[in-house]
């Protein structure tokens, strides 16, 4: 099954959420998950979607920064999904995890092809690790 999580922040129109539900649908999507959610807030939709995922399903979302702030957080994404057997799709990059040429494709391309530029990823890296540790 695939599961579809959508999520914007808090200075994006509802019009916004409509549009990522109705475009993971058109991916095959079939349950939804779906947050308004800021800077620092946290993701309990998301949470629920990771909890309801069993062996073989995949959840699918748009953007990479839908899911995580940082390629850090997309990666460690993947690794607890993949402990459950579950997938990622990110449907606007080639990465899939359900399929071996998506996963190969992860293993084998810059990190920056998940969308978010790697100067951004490593401040935000930099910033949310020094955040942590206060």
Excluded: H
């Amino acid at each position: 099954m695939i599961i579809g999580y959508c999520r914007i922040n808090t200075f994006e129109p509802a019009a916004s959420l409509e549009a990522q539900k109705l475009y993971l649908a058109r991916c095959g999507a079939e349950n939804f998950f779906c947050e308004r959610s800021g800077m620092f807030g946290s993701t309990p939709e998301l949470e629920r979607a990771i909890a309801s995922a069993s062996k073989g399903d995949v959840i699918a979302v748009t953007k990479p920064y839908r899911v995580a702030r940082t390629t850090r957080q997309v990666l460690a994404l993947i690794d607890r999904l993949g402990s459950k057997d579950v997938g990622l799709r990110i449907v606007d990059t080639p990465i899939d995890t359900s399929t071996t040429t998506g996963r190969m494709i992860l293993a084998s391309a810059p990190l920056w092809t998940l969308g978010m530029s790697p100067a951004r990823s490593m401040l935000a890296d930099l910033f949310l690790f020094r955040r942590g540790r206060r």
